[in-house]
């Protein structure tokens, strides 16, 4: 069970009648009702409910329990139940050393009054959550459904929230198995694997409102970072090969790329992407396609480019040496089988153990290389889910808190390569100072992976405690059809105020009859490079307070039901409203204001809030954004 040192106030425990228990903790107040086979479950601050649920099902315990000054425990004949106290809420804690038992705990979601946020990063990229449909989902980090991001925390506009510790061998359903309800079940089944007991875990606290509740959890749970990431790819755009060219590159190609954006006027940062190895997982350059990769570099460098490099965690079997190397070494993940086998996109693999030291070091130590021979600035780490792993993972460390671990290990062997530092996958590494990347958008409009997802996928992340966020490719990445130049104006603007802008399709070659894609796409970079001292002073304020560098408009206005509602608008801090135009053909748009003055970025016009302004024209050469007063 978690153990909780920091100061309670009083508190005070009634039993109410033969089947139920109040406890009190200062404002908290925790209702249990034990039924025959369940126990409803209620949350309260002073007389309001914030959280409600029924949790124990098919679970034994009876309301006969001991309380004592550090909460209330039950037992039967293979489960314990616990309850304790923190800081403005209860810990919920289910044990049992019989590996076949399956807890489920469920809470309600009361869609039709309640909003929800946080849970994982999907393809339908749903804000707020509380109608989205979830399968009885293994919650791990996951290729599946762009699972790359999965924090085990439920916010609600009524300030109440949820947080699953790390150890649960935790699935998730939602409106599924129960309808309006999020369930939250233990299983010891694959990959959850070597573990001596079951356990379902986590802790439910209750606020005034989901801004404080969000930085309680931020600063009690989650997590919040120590720095920021470099400045020079916050003030400059990335420019990325890959949707541009896929795998298809080479010195020439990655030279004449960059020469036609200097030409046109931008500098930033060149990201050679996918493939420039001599096979995946050699870390060494193809001689075939860049044998003068280390002049390729001087003239990127020559023309004002930092430049970085695509890698991931894989060696392939086509990399005979480098495989028989790590095989030797015991340095490649191995299933409970031992076998080492897996696969990933490109190909049959072998997958880097991180959680050994040896291993981890032989990964930084040839990635040191690299730099030191050819001048590389940093690197683009793609992959780290936790299932491109063997699918029963036989990891050093604790065996509870695998096959998360996986990622967490390597997201955190990444970042010691500093501030330029890019990856994918998340896993309780929100303190670290890099960016974390979007699964890759489609080129499309819906909200199904494509521009609307941007916005809520940048919502996602800033609540899950992840705020240094990378929107993906400005267009997305063309895999079934290319951007239009209408998508690639309305991307570009949606991505201004998010703390970093990353193109590799050009807009100088995408274009329209109708308007100038290059003079807007100018435009837009120039705005966010204005606003980029406004970009890292919210990143300094995260860094200090837990507050999101963009986050919901609700945030400066939480109790308006408009703004909790809105997946269409964010913010930049505190200060800045942005409502970009994300519908295909559009020219004008609704915005809600929230309480207070906002001045129009664009007439300078004073708007008092809250309100909704109705069709605010937006023609394609403009970004709605509001400065608050």
Known sequence: MMSFSRTIGLFFLFLVQAHSLRLVNDAAVLYLTFKENS??????????????????????????????????????????????????????????????????????????????????????????????????RLYTTLKTDNGAVAERYWLNSKGGYAFVTDRVPLYLDQNKIREDSVCFIASATPPYINRTKVVLEYNLVVKPDPKEAQLHAVNNFLGKPTEHPNEWIVRHPIWTTWAKYKAAINDSIVVSFAQDIADHGFVGQIEIDDKWEDCYGSLTFSEDTFPDINQTVQTLKDLNFTVTIWTHPFVNDDCAETVTYGQEHGYFVIDDSGSDETSWWNGQAHHLDFSKQEAAKWFTDRLKLLQEKHGIDGFKFDAGESDYAPWHPIVSGDPELSPNSLSGDYIRTDAAFGGLTEVRTGWRTQDLPIFLRML???????????????????????????????????????????PTAELMVRWTQANTFMPAMQFSYLPWEITSDEFDSLEITKKFVALHADYADAIIEAMNNSIATGAPVNPPIWWVDPTNPDALKANDEYLLGENILVAPVIQEGATSRDIVLPTGSWKDGNSETVYKGPQILKGYAAPIDTLPYFIRQ
């Open 440 to 482: 890759d958008k489609d080129s499309r409009w819906t909200l199904n992976n494509g521009l609307y997802s941007l916005i809520t996928s940048l919502l996602l992340f800033n609540i899950n405690g992840y705020v240094f966020v990378l929107p993906d490719m400005i267009g997305g990445n063309g895999y079934t059809e290319k």
């Open 39 to 136: 126990i409803d479950l209620a949350v309260n601050l002073g007389e309001e409910v914030k959280i409600s649920g029924e949790i124990g099902f098919n679970t034994s315990v009876t309301s006969e329990g001991n309380c004592n000054s550090s909460g209330c425990s039950f037992k039967s004949d293979d489960e314990d139940f616990i309850v304790g106290f923190i800081d403005s809420g209860f810990s919920i804690y289910w044990e049992s050393s019989n590996l076949e038992k399956e807890f489920r705990d469920c809470l309600d979601l009361n869609g039709s009054n309640t909003n929800w946020f946080g849970g994982p990063e999907k393809w339908q990229a749903d804000w707020p959550i509380e109608k989205t449909v979830i399968d009885n």
